[in-house]
């Protein structure tokens, strides 16, 4: 079965510091990768998405980037946080697009508060 | 870029009750998922819909494809207090080179016991 794994669960931050978030997932190859940022009590806005190694879209021109340094491994970055960067990050997978399914599966997500 | 709507935004009922919440857009989908969000925690996929007029189960919720694509319904039948959480619609639409979903803005439900 798969699994996704976000670290780490929690993260206090001071604005201007640097961030990365990561995101792992097992039993699956080549999947199909995505960031979401969420605010509180809002609905999920993407921020990017990666479709294999080393593939990056970006969804929402921001200070934040993304890397896929291998196939089950999406990084979020950001040099300097901004205090509106905070949120709850999550990290989704799905099937490539050959699988003809759409389904997103999340992790536990991070929450990130900057200070 | 697209948006799902999706009513009502919160609902506050007895346990249980019937609830029904339901997305709508004016672009057409090949893919409706349910989510359910339980507070600090990552949404968990309720049910998937491929087909239009698709009916689907999942225990005592029930969600559909609707006829024209271009909405979906969720209904959970009997409330408990574990139902309590936050509900989101997902729609897939067609040619988007990521397998991207659009989510609605989320159904906030809580149930009194």
């Known amino acids: 079965s798969q699994t996704i794994h976000q670290w780490p669960a929690t993260l206090v931050q001071p604005v201007g510091s640097p961030l990365s978030l990561e995101c792992t997932v097992e039993g699956t190859s080549n999947p199909n990768l995505y960031w979401y940022r969420q605010a509180a009590g809002r609905g999920l806005q993407l921020l990017f998405y990666s479709v294999g190694i080393g593939q990056i879209s970006s969804e929402v021109p921001q200070n934040l980037s993304a890397s896929r340094p291998q196939d089950r491994q999406f990084i979020l970055s950001s040099k300097k946080l901004l205090l509106s960067d905070s949120g709850f990050y999550l990290c989704?997978?799905?099937?490539?697009?050959?699988?003809?399914?759409?389904?997103?599966?999340f992790g536990p997500g991070t929450r990130l508060t900057v200070t | 870029g697209q948006q799902l709507n999706q009513s009502p935004q919160s609902m506050f009922i007895q346990e249980g009750e019937d609830v029904s919440m339901n997305c709508t857009s004016s672009?057409?989908?090949?893919?409706w998922l349910w989510y359910k969000q339980d507070p600090g925690e990552g949404p968990v996929l309720l049910i998937a819909l491929y087909k239009a007029g698709e009916l689907t189960s999942n225990g005592r919720l029930t969600a559909q494809f609707g006829i024209t694509r271009k909405d979906s319904f969720l209904n959970i039948s009997a409330s408990i207090p574990s139902d309590v959480g936050i509900y989101f619609c997902?729609?897939?639409?067609?040619?988007?080179?990521?397998?991207?979903?659009?989510f609605g803005g989320g159904t906030r439900l809580m149930v009194k016991p």
């Open positions: 672009s057409i989908f090949n893919t």
């Open positions: 989704a997978w799905s099937r490539p697009r050959a699988w003809d399914t759409y389904e997103q599966y």
């Open positions: 997902a729609g897939q639409l067609p040619n988007n080179a990521g397998n991207m979903l659009t």
